[in-house]
């Protein structure tokens, strides 16, 4: 059966408000950890995680940095409207540059209140800066926000790191806490980009990357800068109706080349948006094999594009195909979109596992883990309710290997 004719209600659940993690655990390696294979499910702690991965894996975590991306302004009258910063406005996907800009910059946004918006420009005022927002165009799901300030050598990062707060995810129901700034974040977080975390990550603390490397536990990173959209249920009947949203990824040649001298060894991707960005590779691969005469826009992932395209090449040859697309157009870094969709019967191409936390009921990330365990999720998570483990991104999680 095509993916577009899945009932979303069969992936549904009833999660229990009490089950919804509010706050994380005083340390990060101490939440549960799920052990699912060859359809047997174990408990253990994420502190143990290293005896349950065989020696020689590889691990890809994805290190993406959550920007503070909620601002606050007030209008003349005192109304207090928030612009949530999405993802930068226009062509640009290097999102380091579009964070080191000066002077001025145009985002796509979500603005809370925005019918209270009645001036034309409102200000945040620091004692260190000046910081204007004015509404330049909408979408259909978006706001085009310009922002300028003064003085105006401050990069956006800076702006964001003084004025903004951080983006928990909404379920959580409460404001952020001075907790979040660092536990909302994972410890190898470098490329500033994201407005949600990659939360299979917030468990890994010092002494599990310790016990990986003890064991000759590799790991590899890649970028994929987790948008708003991934806490976007699907209301539609089936999911030829829902529109996956689309992230962008940044995957230098070095990482490609380890993925494809390791496809021997057990690749383990920490985080759905891991498994997103190198199961994109595998298809960017597979049109790069197609026509090297490709441009970058061409080689972007729409999101059918892994039921429709040919899936006859082997994982080594797509990536070898991509490889040799990224040397004849002389590029180190691959920065572009992804809107693939993984969900039954997508087989996996690239990784052999999954660890990830439990996610929301109707959610594409279940879809995810659907498509990666087939059927088993419903007996995961109902033992998993069933054993008190603690759900979404404040949660315990799971090692998922695939059937």
């Given at each position: 059966m095509h993916?577009?004719?899945?009932?979303?209600?069969?992936?549904?659940?009833?999660?229990?408000?009490?089950?919804?993690?509010?706050?994380?655990?005083?340390?990060?390696?101490?939440?549960?950890?799920?052990?699912?294979?060859?359809?047997?499910?174990?408990?253990?702690?994420?502190?143990?995680?290293?005896?349950?991965?065989?020696?020689?894996?590889?691990?890809?975590?994805?290190?993406?940095?959550?920007?503070?991306a909620r601002l606050f302004f007030y209008?003349?009258?005192?109304?207090?409207?928030?612009?949530?910063?999405?993802?930068?406005?226009?062509?640009?996907k290097?999102?380091?540059?579009?964070?080191?800009?000066?002077?001025?910059?145009?985002?796509?946004?979500m603005i809370g209140r925005a019918s209270k918006w009645k001036e034309k420009i409102l200000e945040h005022k620091t004692d260190?800066?000046?910081?204007?927002?004015?509404?330049?165009?909408?979408?259909?799901?978006?706001?085009?926000i310009e922002f300028n300030w003064t003085p105006e050598q401050l990069s956006f990062a800076e702006i964001l790191d003084q004025a903004g707060m951080m983006p928990i995810p909404p379920y959580l129901k409460r404001d952020s806490e001075e907790?979040?700034?660092?536990?909302?974040?994972?410890?190898?977080?470098?490329?500033?980009?994201?407005?949600?975390a990659p939360t299979a990550g917030l468990h890994f603390a010092q002494t599990i990357f310790e016990k990986l490397k003890a064991k000759n536990i590799s790991k590899e990173e890649v970028t994929l800068h987790v948008g708003a959209g991934t806490f976007k249920p699907v209301k539609s009947e089936t999911m030829q109706e829902?529109?996956?949203?689309?992230?962008?990824?940044?995957?230098?040649?070095?990482?490609?080349?380890?993925?494809?001298?390791?496809?021997?060894?057990?690749?383990?991707?920490?985080?759905?948006?891991?498994l997103r960005t190198i199961e994109s590779l595998y298809w960017m691969g597979v049109k790069a094999?197609?026509?090297?005469?490709?441009?970058?826009?061409?080689?972007?992932?729409?999101?059918?594009?892994a039921y429709e395209l040919s899936n006859k090449e082997t994982a080594a040859d797509a990536l070898q195909s991509l490889l040799i697309w990224m040397k004849k157009n002389d590029l180190s870094r691959l920065i572009c979109k992804t809107q693939i969709m993984i969900v039954p019967p997508y087989q996996l191409k690239i990784a052999n596992a999954l660890i990830t936390n439990f996610?929301?009921?109707?959610?594409?990330?279940?879809?995810l883990v659907a498509a990666v365990v087939s059927d088993d999720w419903k007996n995961i998570y109902m033992h998993a309710l069933k054993n008190d483990f603690r759900f979404l991104s404040y949660g315990d999680g799971s090692l998922l290997f695939g059937k």
């Open positions: 993916p577009k004719h899945l009932q979303i209600k069969n992936f549904t659940y009833d999660l229990p408000e009490d089950k919804i993690a509010k706050y994380p655990l005083p340390e990060r390696d101490l939440s549960k950890l799920l052990i699912y294979r060859e359809g047997k499910i174990e408990n253990a702690i994420y502190r143990n995680i290293s005896e349950y991965i065989p020696e020689n894996s590889l691990l890809i975590f994805n290190n993406t940095k959550v920007i503070l209008t003349s009258t005192g109304v207090k409207i928030e612009i949530f910063c999405l993802e930068p406005a226009g062509e640009n290097d999102m380091a540059s579009v964070m080191s800009r000066t002077n001025s910059v145009r985002w796509n946004c260190n800066f000046i910081l204007s927002a004015e509404i330049i165009d909408r979408t259909s799901d978006a706001f085009v907790i979040d700034l660092n536990r909302y974040q994972t410890l190898y977080a470098k490329q500033e980009g994201s407005v949600a829902h529109e996956m949203h689309a992230e962008v990824i940044d995957v230098r040649r070095e990482t490609i080349q380890n993925i494809l001298d390791s496809l021997q060894q057990n690749i383990i991707a920490v985080g759905t948006t891991s094999k197609l026509n090297l005469e490709f441009s970058l826009e061409d080689l972007e992932i729409k999101q059918w594009d996610h929301q009921p109707n959610s594409t990330l279940l879809l």
